[in-house]
């Protein structure tokens, strides 16, 4: 009920799906056979036909492999024939060609060995020649070459006894080098680096004279250091030594520094007091001395002393006797005088009289206005007379006012003008001055100037010039410095100079005397050297041309014409021997 008609399908039916037709499989497991499969026939296993039109295969079938080509076996056992196969000929045996093209052998064939060449032997008499044999020609004679390969030594040939192997004598006639000669490449001249003594030296060569040795240059250019050179030290730039000047002179009245332009300085130490008591001088070993003031006089009407500030001050002796009555004065010579006194008086302002308590007494007549700023005054002629009381101290440092109860009044003026760049003070004569501030450090280094709101200000100047060939520094003494710098490599092969954005600049020497048959070099102490290259330089190693040096081309191998105009010789040359004339037939 399920079959499709297929012979290429199986056909079943399932309970749940219904009917089911699978495609069948007609593969027989044999590479041999075609496998296909015909619809009312079913499978059909055709065989392969495994032919590939190839004479130079067998062909055959393998059931699991399929087709199989195997190459044909060509060989006939035989060295003397070449075995080959053609595609549409099969098999092809050729005679093998043996003649290798060369005049010194002896050419033939063996079945089982193939082609053989047996050598021809040359013999020849001369030890300076040597019996070879050319491919083209067969035998001929040519010079023997004695080269040694040492070229440390002069190869030559002598007929009877062979090569002559001469020691080369390496010599440049320069004191500054090694010369050595190595086999492979001759003589070799290697210049050699001088050593100094010590460490103060600097070494250099002469070529004529050899080494010679230059002084070490400590000069600091600073007039504080002693400067000095170790011998000892590790090597030139580590040799100089700098020891700082003392410049203590042992004097206690001078102030003792160093200037490295000027060397050592000595200023006089200025000794000053703060008291007018005192005398201020100066002890070269002990330094400042301060001696008190000596303020007696012969005055015997006064008392002596001395204030810090002022200086001496004299006071007049009290002669009171304690006697109201009697005028008291001093005399000089003696001291106190008391005289009595006469109280009498004509002025209408006092009634007049004396206690030895009061002394003279005058009873004023009462003048006061109760008011402190009259001076109430009696006129001895008229009586009581009110004048404004002047309160003027003649001091331009104070303000004075009165105040009736109080009188008169003194205020200290105030003398700021807000100026940090002055030194205000008084004086009771002129009154309130300013002094202008010195902000003068004493350092050329420095650039000193004030402001009104801060003061004094010292900063450090920039001595950079900005050109990299000066040593820029600066001396409190003197301010900026700017040295050029010294750029002296001590290279004779280089152009020293300086550059203001780069500083020192060193420049190869370019060794050049355009001549190309001299070795251009440049040694570092003498500058440039131009040696002659010698015969050997342009050598080509060929014997069949002629080697020279043009200064301006270099190097010149021109061919040598090989002809002795002689009929009955061939003429041709030789790389190793040079021209050569062989007899022929004439």
């Given at each position: 009920m399920c079959d499709d008609g297929d012979e290429c399908t199986t056909d079943e039916c399932e309970e749940d799906t219904g009917c089911i037709n699978k495609e069948i499989s007609c593969d027989d497991y044999d590479e041999c056979t075609d496998d296909t499969c015909d619809s009312l026939i079913g499978c059909i296993n055709t065989y392969k036909w495994c032919d590939d039109d190839d004479k130079c295969t067998e062909d055959s079938c393998d059931e699991d492999t399929g087709c199989v080509f195997t190459p044909v076996n060509c060989d006939d056992y035989n060295e003397c024939?070449?075995?080959?196969?053609?595609?549409?000929?099969?098999?092809?045996?050729?005679?093998?060609?043996?003649?290798?093209?060369d005049m010194c052998t002896t050419d033939s064939c063996h079945y089982a060995n193939g082609c053989e060449h047996e050598e021809v032997i040359c013999m020849s008499d001369n030890n300076c020649l040597v019996n070879s044999c050319d491919s083209d020609k067969g035998c001929t004679e040519s010079e023997l070459s004695c080269d040694d390969n040492?070229?440390?030594?002069?190869?030559?040939?002598?007929?009877?006894?062979?090569?002559?192997?001469i020691e080369r004598v390496c010599n440049d006639h320069n004191e500054c080098t090694v010369d050595e000669c190595f086999p492979d490449s001759g003589c070799h001249y290697t210049y050699f680096k001088c050593e100094p003594e010590n460490a103060c030296e600097y070494a250099h060569c002469n070529r004529e004279t050899g080494c010679y040795s230059d002084p070490v240059d400590c000069d600091d250019y600073d007039e504080c250091t002693i400067d000095t050179c170790n011998p000892d030290a590790s090597g030139p730039d580590e040799a100089c030594e700098y020891e700082t000047v003392d410049c203590d002179d042992d004097d206690e009245c001078t102030t003792d520094y160093c200037c490295p332009v000027l060397g050592c300085k000595h200023e006089d130490v200025e000794c000053e007091t703060t008291s007018a008591c005192q005398t201020a001088s100066c002890d070269p070993e002990s330094g400042c001395?301060?001696?008190?003031v000596d303020c007696e006089d012969d005055d015997k009407c006064?008392?002596?002393?001395?204030?810090d500030d002022i200086g001496c001050l004299s006071y007049l002796i009290d002669c009171d006797d304690g006697n109201e009555c009697t005028d008291d004065s001093c005399d000089p010579e003696v001291g106190c005088v008391n005289d009595e006194r006469d109280c009498t008086g004509s002025s209408k302002c006092f009634e007049y009289d004396c206690s030895p308590e009061h002394g003279c007494t005058k009873t004023d007549v009462h003048c006061d206005?109760?008011?402190?700023?009259?001076?109430?005054?009696?006129?001895?002629?008229?009586?009581?007379?009110?004048?404004?009381?002047?309160?003027?101290?003649?001091?331009?440092?104070?303000?004075?006012?009165?105040?009736?109860?109080?009188?008169?009044?003194?205020?200290?003026v105030i003398c700021n003008d807000n100026d940090a760049c002055t030194d205000d003070s008084c004086s009771p004569s002129?009154?309130?001055?300013?002094?202008?501030?010195?902000?003068?450090?004493?350092?050329?280094?420095?650039?000193?100037?004030?402001?009104?709101?801060?003061?004094?200000?010292?900063?450090?100047?920039?001595?950079?010039?900005?050109?990299?060939?000066?040593?820029?520094?600066?001396?409190?003494?003197?301010?900026?410095?700017?040295?050029?710098?010294?750029?002296?490599?001590?290279?004779?092969?280089?152009?020293?100079?300086?550059?203001?954005?780069?500083?020192?600049?060193?420049?190869?020497?370019?060794?050049?005397?355009?001549?190309?048959?001299?070795?251009?070099?440049?040694?570092?102490?003498?500058?440039?050297?131009?040696?002659?290259?010698?015969?050997?330089?342009?050598?080509?190693?060929?014997?069949?041309?002629?080697?020279?040096?043009?200064?301006?081309?270099?190097?010149?191998?021109?061919?040598?014409?090989?002809?002795?105009?002689d009929p009955c010789t061939e003429d041709h040359c030789d790389r190793n021997h040079g021209c050569i004339f062989e007899p022929t037939e004439c």
């Amino acid at each position: 009920m399920c079959d499709d008609g297929d012979e290429c399908t199986t056909d079943e039916c399932e309970e749940d799906t219904g009917c089911i037709n699978k495609e069948i499989s007609c593969d027989d497991y044999d590479e041999c056979t075609d496998d296909t499969c015909d619809s009312l026939i079913g499978c059909i296993n055709t065989y392969k036909w495994c032919d590939d039109d190839d004479k130079c295969t067998e062909d055959s079938c393998d059931e699991d492999t399929g087709c199989v080509f195997t190459p044909v076996n060509c060989d006939d056992y035989n060295e003397c024939t070449e075995d080959s196969c053609d595609s549409d000929r099969g098999c092809i045996y050729e005679d093998v060609d043996c003649d290798d093209d060369d005049m010194c052998t002896t050419d033939s064939c063996h079945y089982a060995n193939g082609c053989e060449h047996e050598e021809v032997i040359c013999m020849s008499d001369n030890n300076c020649l040597v019996n070879s044999c050319d491919s083209d020609k067969g035998c001929t004679e040519s010079e023997l070459s004695c080269d040694d390969n040492d070229a440390c030594t002069i190869d030559g040939c002598d007929p009877d006894t062979g090569c002559t192997n001469i020691e080369r004598v390496c010599n440049d006639h320069n004191e500054c080098t090694v010369d050595e000669c190595f086999p492979d490449s001759g003589c070799h001249y290697t210049y050699f680096k001088c050593e100094p003594e010590n460490a103060c030296e600097y070494a250099h060569c002469n070529r004529e004279t050899g080494c010679y040795s230059d002084p070490v240059d400590c000069d600091d250019y600073d007039e504080c250091t002693i400067d000095t050179c170790n011998p000892d030290a590790s090597g030139p730039d580590e040799a100089c030594e700098y020891e700082t000047v003392d410049c203590d002179d042992d004097d206690e009245c001078t102030t003792d520094y160093c200037c490295p332009v000027l060397g050592c300085k000595h200023e006089d130490v200025e000794c000053e007091t703060t008291s007018a008591c005192q005398t201020a001088s100066c002890d070269p070993e002990s330094g400042c001395v301060y001696e008190d003031v000596d303020c007696e006089d012969d005055d015997k009407c006064y008392e002596y002393e001395c204030d810090d500030d002022i200086g001496c001050l004299s006071y007049l002796i009290d002669c009171d006797d304690g006697n109201e009555c009697t005028d008291d004065s001093c005399d000089p010579e003696v001291g106190c005088v008391n005289d009595e006194r006469d109280c009498t008086g004509s002025s209408k302002c006092f009634e007049y009289d004396c206690s030895p308590e009061h002394g003279c007494t005058k009873t004023d007549v009462h003048c006061d206005d109760y008011d402190v700023c009259t001076d109430d005054c009696c006129n001895h002629d008229t009586g009581c007379e009110y004048t404004d009381v002047d309160c003027d101290d003649y001091n331009e440092c104070t303000t004075e006012e009165c105040v009736s109860k109080a009188g008169c009044v003194y205020t200290q003026v105030i003398c700021n003008d807000n100026d940090a760049c002055t030194d205000d003070s008084c004086s009771p004569s002129e009154g309130c001055t300013t002094t202008p501030v010195d902000c003068d450090d004493d350092n050329k280094c420095t650039d000193d100037t004030c402001d009104s709101e801060y003061g004094c200000s010292n900063i450090f100047i920039d001595c950079n010039d900005y050109d990299y060939c000066t040593i820029d520094r600066c001396f409190p003494c003197s301010g900026c410095s700017n040295q050029p710098v010294d750029c002296d490599d001590y290279d004779e092969c280089t152009y020293d100079h300086c550059s203001r954005n780069e500083g020192c600049v060193y420049t190869n020497v370019v060794c050049d005397d355009y001549n190309m048959c001299t070795n251009d070099v440049c040694l570092s102490d003498s500058g440039c050297e131009y040696n002659d290259v010698g015969p050997c330089f342009c050598d080509d190693d060929n014997a069949c041309t002629e080697d020279t040096c043009d200064p301006t081309v270099g190097c010149v191998n021109i061919n040598k014409v090989c002809d002795d105009s002689d009929p009955c010789t061939e003429d041709h040359c030789d790389r190793n021997h040079g021209c050569i004339f062989e007899p022929t037939e004439c």
